[in-house]
Structure formats: C-alpha cells, structure tokens
C-alpha cells in the first residue's frame, strides 16, 4: 500500500481539441505521451489520485489541500465551457494529510480556499486520466498546491502524503502537473532567455533519470529566469517516492509555442536509503551553514543569539558581556532578516533608533524577525540550523528631490504620503531598478502606484 507509481505531465489549455481546434496537433507528441502517462495510472489501478498544481491557491508559507466531497470545473475561460470534468475529492485521506501536518507542525491543511473549481492544471491531467478510464468512473483526487516555501519544504509535503497514504492503506497514484520554462522562443508569451532551454534539458535530464536529489540544486534565481512552472510541483511529486528506489521512463518533451512541455513516469521499487535525498539536502546545507559560521561578527551573533534563545525558551535574550563599544555606544535604526534555503524567512526593522544601544536594537528587531512578521509563520526550533542571518545598520536618512538620486545598490529608499510610509533596503535581489525599488516601497506603506511621494535615501552597513 502506499504509492503505486507516479508521472509528470504538463497543462496546456490548448491540448483539448475544443481549446486547441487543431493548434493541438503541433504536440502531437505531447498528446500521446499524455496518454500513455494516464494508461500507466489506469492500469496501477489506484484508489486515489494526487494532483499537484500549480495553479490551485498558493500562499508564500502554506500549503493548500483542496477541502470538500465534490469539486468541478471546465474550459470556459478557454473558449470551451461544453467540456467538463466532475470529481470526488478522498477526504479521508485529505483529512490524514491534514492530521498528520498538525502533529508535524508543517503549513498545509484546507484553510485558505479561493474557490472550489478546478483549475486548468488540475484538469488537464484528469482530462486523459478520464479518457483512459473510459466507462469506468474516477478514483477519488486530492489536489494538493504549491507554496512560496523552499524546494525541501514541497519535498516533505509529499513525503507527508506518502506516509498519510501508508497509514490509511491507500493505493495511490501521484500526478505531478506542471510546465517547465516558459521562455524558449522569441515569440513565445515571455519571450527568450537563454536559461528557459537550458533549464528544461537540464530537468528533462533530472528527471529521465529519477535524480530527485538534484532537484535542489536548481537556484531560485535560474528557475525565476527560466519562467519555469511546475518544478515545485515535481519536488513534491519526487517526496512521495523518497526513500525507494525508482525506475523513470522520459516519454516527450517539445515547445514548439514557447513553452517546454515533458511527460515523464516513475515506477517505484524497494527501498533504498541511498535515494533519502531530503536528509542529505538538508545534512548538506547544515554543513555549510556551520562553516559559514566561523566568519560572523559580533552584529550576526548577537542576531543569532536573539532568534535561537527566543524560540528555544520563549524569553529575549539578554545582553552578553565583552561587545564592541560601536555596539554599545551608539544608537541607529536596525533590520534584522533571517533567510531559510535562500529565501526570505522574516525581516524587521527600525529606520531610527528605538533602544538604548545599536546591539539592544539587534536583540529586539532579532526577536520581531522570528515571530512577528506578519508575512510568515513564526520560526520553529527544527528550522534554527538552516537560517542565515543579516543585520542592517542605517545610515542618517536624507530627503531627496527626485528618484535620479537613488541607486539600488548603494541606498534604500523611504517613501512617504501623509502618515503613510514605506521603506526598502538597498542591494536586495530581484530589485535592480529604481522605478521597482520605488514600487515596493509604496505597496508596502499603501500607496496607490500613481499617487506621489516624497523621497528620502539612505546608506546602510550590512554584516551577514
């Protein structure tokens, strides 16, 4: 009992004849390894199916299992609202997933639903499967979707799903839907980047071997570049079979319309402790951690000593002995930011001074950044050593007169309308223009992109 087998499909709209009237016939080769990939579930002849989507409600730190006995959808939104795909949802397994992420304490359960048709990730995939099943009716689904959180996160939640699926005595067969880049082709719907055709030999690679451990190895930074869409939704496909050895088949992969589309499937066999690629991600990211260690400075540890002694025991922290007088002595505003598998984890700050001393400012902006963040969940003490650490010193802010006097690199920025005011700090990734520096420091204080603000710059020391 347990997983059966499992496969990776893409989800173009235009695969249903009555979407694609005739563009389909361009993936032919899509299309019938499509089927193939749902005779392969058929014929496992499970008693559940798993789909992840990515296209279900997606938060950046949970998780959302579809929730309800029954669910629908269809292609209206595609020009094809006569077809139609009716499902029952395994909520007895919905409700083991859920009861075993409670007692895990990991973000995924029912809450959160936006709406209860399916979406067209979800669709495509039972499209053929219902096809393939000719007469016969449907398995019960789960639709499971993704999460901002890292790719070892997706990881555990399948391997939650497995171990939900074991525990009721489940056959289950797991459908990882997703599109790789979106990026092959000058006239594709984003255009050309040369890390859209390199990311999908590299993962059709990955993945026609059954390599899940390299899965991680994919930056963020490159799978942004790329425009890929459905790695997260492999990650968790590739937990559920952690652990186990596994014979992969890659049946297709084309894009003639700009978009990478692969169908894999993945037969599961004994167990193999060499292929528990989550211990040895995280085993690995420890390590490096632990080496990077050695070279903080005293504004780094004492950010640490703030987050570890707050959430081991509940208490601040108090101030250590023997700091530098430049800790003690003078007063600025501080960011403390925790970064988890590279990702942001929490960040909280003060753009002037509120403590006595730059260090009790570490100490208190520490604990905000673990537990206050109204963006994420606050830090456990399993996570503790997986975070990196940054601690922000600001500079005197100075009002500028238009935004021709800020750099990204060199200086934050705050904007400010009336009470309403919003900061960002310099040299941050993904921000390498002034005009989106300036816009997310105005989502962040409420202001309207047209509406106008008065500027204000600043430098600032970042220990990391």
Not at 229 to 250: K, N, Q
Request: aromatic share 8%.
């Amino acid at each position: 009992m347990g997983i059966l087998n499992a496969v990776m499909v893409p989800h173009p709209p235009l695969i249903v004849p009555e979407v694609g009237r005739g563009e389909e016939r361009k993936i032919q080769r899509t299309i019938d390894a499509f089927r193939e990939a749902a005779r392969f579930v058929f014929d496992a002849k499970p008693d559940a199916i798993v789909i992840t989507t990515p296209h279900s409600a997606m938060y950046a730190d949970w998780f959302h299992i579809s929730p309800g006995e029954r669910a629908s959808g269809s292609f209206a939104k595609f020009g094809a609202g006569s077809v139609r795909i009716d499902i029952r949802y395994d909520w007895e397994l919905v409700r083991a997933i859920c009861r075993l992420a409670r007692e895990r304490k990991f973000p995924a359960g029912t809450e959160g639903q936006k709406g209860d048709s399916l979406d067209h990730a979800t669709l495509i995939p039972l499209f053929f499967l219902r096809e393939a099943y000719g007469n016969s009716p449907l398995p019960p689904i789960v639709r499971a979707g993704l999460s901002g959180l890292p790719l070892t996160d997706h990881y555990r939640l399948g391997a939650l799903i497995r171990d939900a699926a074991e525990m009721l005595h489940r056959r289950v067969s797991v459908v990882a839907s997703g599109d790789l880049s979106h990026r092959l082709k000058e006239d594709g719907p984003y255009g050309f980047r040369a890390e859209g055709p390199a990311y999908d030999a590299r993962i059709m690679d990955t993945m026609g071997r059954g390599a899940f451990g390299e899965l991680f190895d994919f930056s963020d930074a490159f799978c942004e570049a790329a425009g890929e869409c459905g790695h997260r939704s492999f990650a968790i496909m590739a937990g559920c079979l952690d652990g186990v050895a596994v014979r992969a088949t890659a049946l297709s992969h084309e894009g003639p319309f700009g978009v990478g589309y692969g169908v894999c499937l993945f037969q599961p066999g004994e167990r193999d402790d060499a292929r528990r690629f989550l211990d040895a991600a995280l085993k690995k990211e420890v390590g490096r951690l632990r080496e990077r260690r050695d070279g903080e400075d005293a504004y780094v540890r004492l950010a640490r000593l703030s987050v570890e002694t707050y959430v081991r025991t509940g208490r601040r922290a108090r101030l250590p002995e023997g700091l530098p007088a430049e800790l003690t002595g003078r007063r600025a505003g501080v960011f403390v930011s925790l970064h988890k598998n590279g990702q942001l984890r929490g960040c909280i700050g003060t753009t002037s001074p509120t403590s006595p001393s730059v260090a009790e400012e570490i100490l208190r902006n520490g604990v905000c950044a673990c537990a206050e963040d109204p963006r994420f969940s606050k830090v456990v003490e399993d996570e503790l050593p997986l975070l990196e650490y940054s601690v922000d010193v600001l500079g005197e802010a100075e009002s500028i007169g238009s935004q021709g006097e800020l750099d990204v690199k060199r200086y934050g920025v705050i904007v400010s309308n009336g009470r309403r005011r919003g900061l960002l700090l310099p040299d941050l990734d993904g921000v390498d223009t002034v005009d989106r520096q300036i816009a997310i420091a105005k989502r962040k204080a409420g202001i309207e992109p047209g509406e106008p603000v008065a500027l204000q710059r600043f430098e600032v020391v970042r220990h990391v």
